[in-house]
């Protein structure tokens, strides 16, 4: 089974607006982490925000907030007020306690349209 | 603002040739990841150290490509002989790998090496 997966392959999202890109997981461990990257045009993978799975609260960075949702599995990336500069690639990621590895999804491709 | 560097950003090379790639890892972590980036399979891990220690190669063709540290400030990742089926955009990433902290540990990763193999 796939330990991250990503859905949508390609969205699209009006400038100003938030938008919502889907990442479910699944992992036996009781203790992991979830991330998520950013995959600008350039090439280069930004960090932009984690979530333990022991997290009480939501987290947020800026604009980016994780809609964790434990019990579904899944840790949606919600992006407020898009900006140009959202557009890219984004890649959903979980690390379990036991071991160093990194599991990632297959990416969602964002595009902001002005 | 520390960074994990690679060289060379971009490496074209005629198939059979040896390409080494290089990392340095952010000072003071102690995990280094390889991967591998195309269009078809997307992220592969190839490879993965914790204080310089290889715990997990099995992502990497054994017969052609290696990964070492030869210490705490440099990973390598060498392709002998390379192939056309090699190129890609590969990156390394580090972590501080604190394992009383368990999965809290995020990556940072360099802004990779585009290497094609002609």
């Known amino acids: 089974a796939q330990k991250i997966t990503q859905t949508q392959p390609g969205m699209f999202v009006q400038e100003k607006e938030a938008v919502t890109l889907d990442c479910t997981y699944d992992?036996?461990?009781?203790?992991?982490?979830l991330f998520w990257y950013k995959q600008p045009s350039s090439g280069e993978m930004i960090f932009l925000i984690y979530q333990g799975s022991y997290d009480q609260q939501n987290a947020t960075e800026g604009r980016y907030s994780l809609n964790f949702q434990k019990a579904r599995k899944s840790a949606n990336l919600v992006i407020s007020a898009s900006q140009l500069g959202d557009s890219a690639m984004y890649f959903c990621a979980m690390r379990e306690a036991l071991g160093n590895q990194f599991y990632f999804g297959t990416g969602t491709s964002l595009t902001v349209i002005p | 603002d520390a960074r994990v560097t690679q060289t060379p950003r971009h490496k074209v090379t005629e198939m059979g040739q040896e390409v080494t790639m290089r990392c340095q890892p952010i000072?003071?972590?102690?995990?280094v990841f390889w991967y591998r980036q195309t269009m078809m399979q997307g992220l592969e891990l190839l490879a993965y150290f914790r204080n310089r220690a290889p715990l997990d190669d099995s992502g990497m063709p054994k017969d052609r490509f290696s990964a070492e540290m030869p210490d705490a400030t440099l990973a390598t990742l060498k392709i002998q002989p390379s192939e056309p089926r090699d190129s890609a955009v590969y990156f390394c990433a580090s972590g501080k790998g604190d394992s009383s902290r368990g999965s809290t540990d995020t990556q940072y990763f360099g802004p990779g090496t585009r290497l094609t193999v002609l």
């Open positions: 992992t036996s461990d009781p203790s992991y982490g």
């Open positions: 000072l003071g972590h102690n995990t």
